[in-house]
């Protein structure tokens, strides 16, 4: 809040009216639609409908494969968050580190924040295409066997993949900014302290690079659970047998293509839920680190 | 700071290859994608370049046959330009104006209305599309840009940006204003719009990438081929690959996928320490 501010008028409803009027329409309304219908029973043809309190929760979470979509959501998400991670705080670290090249090395890392994820998708999946796909041929040239057609877990793999690969350039982005607001004087201190940039790093850098981590932990969570819907939708469509089905992809297969609007609804509801808390979560954090 | 030899060689030989992970899959499509189809059917994917770039490009870009459909990718890049735009535009308008009558004013239902637009980020568009399909179609917005945009905007994150931005201006600012006469709008024109100059510029820039790369809800909407942008295409170039029996026609769907690619790529590496300022700051 500003400690001057100007007085009651018509103004600020004049000013937060577009933006209220838009999420009313296209926020609000269907989000309560969402809530309503995911309390009632279409019969087969759409044609009547009746209220049927809480057995499309019911039923959603007690089908197997709404269970089996939602481990594998998890299994995912915390997967993809990791690695992608993982390696982009290994490439930050050494990104600060270099003097010569270090403008170029930044911009080539980062670009892929461009990359739409069904575009991703596409170039991912070609990688491994039976016919050409050079990945697919490289693996089973080690004797891998490898076949995500079939096999669930190759498909995972190969989804996995696709969506770290999309994820680093921003995780890098952060870390780098990250590790470029650590003091030169910390730096220098912590070389003269100790020769070894193994153990500078995990005691020095990554316990101040924690908050950072901790965000981009949320951020890539939430993408994970619905930025890869492109992913997914070019590369596997959930194949085989909607093993690597996320639940959002889950929503969109049951409400538009399976055509089951109270079930859809009520996956929409769960995942609302799901995605309240991660948000409630990650705002908790926000404030705790302005406090710094 | 003190380096060792070893420690320089690996940091070079760790960027690389990162460098060759995000960019290799991307350059593969290219050079794949400046050959015929026949080549890459018998040989596989290639590491360089053919001598097909310009039939390849032309045909996906003026002949709506190589894009199976009835719009060339040239009328899609124009479809995905709009979204984009329009989408930034609309974003950054809409969310200036509320974070202003946010930050500068105490009105009655400042509360409830900041609660509202803060509920948006509880539910991205992903888990409420069944329901925001029937409104848009209920409202006679299906295939239309007001019905691929406008939805897209409902969300809050923009105002969040402009709300931590105003903040951090002086309130001695707004004093001085008001010492001389400004009243609330004359304040917002003359003085806060040309003070976030810089951060509009790159929220705009990090709006349009996001616009331009919006997927889902741009499948849901746009039944009809005149409204596809080019994200959209290359599905649909991507399913009828193996249509028909003919020899896959892989250079072209590579093609369409690196012209989806040039624009945004190109903003964000042009516009680079904008685009990274604006994420970096606004998201914090």
Redesign the interface.
């Known amino acids: 809040?500003?400690?001057?501010?100007?007085?009651?008028?018509a103004?600020?409803?004049l000013?937060?009216a577009?933006?209220?009027l838009?999420?009313s329409?296209?926020?609000?309304?269907?989000?309560v639609?969402?809530l309503y219908?995911s309390f009632l029973l279409e019969d087969a043809f759409g044609m009547s409908s009746q209220f049927v309190w809480f057995r499309n929760f019911e039923d959603v979470l007690t089908s197997s494969s709404w269970t089996r979509s939602a481990i594998f959501t998890v299994v995912f998400s915390v997967l993809v968050s990791v690695l992608s991670i993982a390696?982009s705080l290994?490439?930050a670290v050494?990104?600060d580190?270099?003097i010569?090249?270090a403008k170029s090395?930044?911009?080539?890392?980062?670009?892929?924040?461009?990359?739409?994820?069904?575009?991703a998708g596409?170039?991912?999946i070609?990688?491994f295409n039976p016919?050409?796909?050079?990945l697919y041929?490289a693996f089973n040239s080690f004797g891998f066997e490898f076949n995500h057609i079939e096999n669930a877990n190759d498909a995972a793999f190969i989804v996995i993949l696709i969506a770290v690969?999309k994820q680093?350039?921003?995780n890098f982005?952060?870390f780098l900014?990250g590790l470029q607001g650590i003091p030169k004087s910390v730096?220098?201190a912590a070389?003269l302290d100790c020769?070894s940039?193994e153990r500078r790093f995990w005691t020095i850098t990554f316990p101040l690079l924690a908050p950072t981590t901790f965000?981009l932990l949320v951020?890539n969570l939430?993408y994970a659970f619905?930025e890869t819907?492109?992913i997914i939708?070019?590369s596997t469509k959930g194949a085989p047998g909607g093993s690597t089905a996320t639940l959002?992809y889950k929503?969109?297969v049951d409400?538009?293509l399976g055509a089951d609007?109270g079930g859809?609804?009520a996956q929409?509801v769960l995942?609302?839920i799901m995605?309240?808390v991660l948000?409630v979560f990650q705002f908790r954090f926000?404030e705790r680190?302005v406090h710094y | 700071?003190?380096?060792s030899k070893w420690?320089?060689f690996?940091?070079?030989t760790?960027?690389v290859l990162?460098?060759l992970?995000?960019?290799l899959?991307?350059w593969?499509?290219f050079a794949s994608s400046t050959h015929t189809r026949e080549y890459?059917?018998q040989?596989?994917?290639q590491f360089l370049p053919g001598g097909e770039f310009f039939t390849n490009y032309g045909a996906i870009l003026f002949d709506a046959e190589a894009t199976k459909g009835r719009v060339t990718a040239l009328e899609m890049l124009f479809n995905s330009m709009v979204l984009g735009l329009g989408f930034a535009i609309g974003k950054v308008?809409?969310?200036m104006?509320?974070a202003?009558?946010?930050?500068?004013?105490?009105?009655?239902?400042?509360v409830p209305?900041f609660w509202?637009?803060f509920?948006?980020?509880?539910?991205?568009l992903?888990?409420?599309?069944?329901?925001?399909?029937?409104?848009?179609a209920n409202?006679g917005l299906l295939n239309t840009y007001t019905g691929l945009i406008?939805?897209l905007?409902?969300?809050?994150t923009g105002?969040f940006f402009f709300r931590q931005f105003?903040?951090s201006v002086p309130?001695e600012l707004?004093?001085a204003a008001?010492l001389d006469g400004a009243g609330?709008?004359r304040f917002?024109i003359d003085i806060l719009v040309p003070l976030s100059v810089t951060m509009i510029a790159a929220i705009f820039i990090i709006m349009f990438?996001v616009g331009?790369?919006q997927?889902?809800w741009p499948?849901?909407m746009t039944t009809d081929d005149q409204l596809y942008t080019i994200?959209i295409g290359?599905?649909q170039v991507?399913n009828s690959l193996y249509e028909g029996g003919q020899i896959?026609q892989?250079p072209k769907?590579?093609a369409l996928?690196i012209m989806?690619?040039v624009p945004?790529?190109l903003?964000?590496?042009i516009f680079?320490r904008m685009f990274?300022k604006g994420?970096?700051e606004t998201?914090?």
Request: avoid cysteine.
């Open positions: 809040m500003k400690r001057v501010q100007f007085e009651h008028s103004v600020p409803y000013f937060i577009p933006q209220i838009i999420i329409i296209f926020f609000l309304w269907p989000a639609q969402a219908q390696i290994f490439l050494r990104a580190e270099v010569r090249g090395y930044k911009t080539l890392l980062m670009w892929g924040y461009a990359i739409a994820p069904p575009v596409l170039l991912g070609m990688m016919l050409m796909g050079d041929k690969w680093v350039s921003v982005i952060f900014s730096q220098e070389t020769k940039p965000f951020i939430t619905f819907f492109g939708d070019v959002v929503v969109y409400g538009f609007m859809s609804a929409s995942l609302m995605v309240s948000t926000i680190k | 700071m003190y380096q420690r320089i690996t940091n070079h760790i960027l990162g460098s992970f995000m960019i899959p991307v593969i499509a890459i059917f040989n596989g994917l308008i809409i969310s104006m509320a202003y009558a946010i930050v500068y004013f105490r009105f009655k239902l400042a209305l509202i637009i509920s948006t980020l509880l539910l991205p992903e888990v409420r599309i069944v329901p925001s399909y029937e409104v848009v409202l406008l939805p905007i409902a969300s809050a105002t105003y903040r309130d707004l004093e008001r609330p709008i917002f990438v331009w790369n997927y889902l499948l849901l994200v290359i599905k991507y896959p892989f769907a590579f996928t989806a690619s945004p790529v903003v964000v590496v680079q990274v994420l970096v998201e914090k």
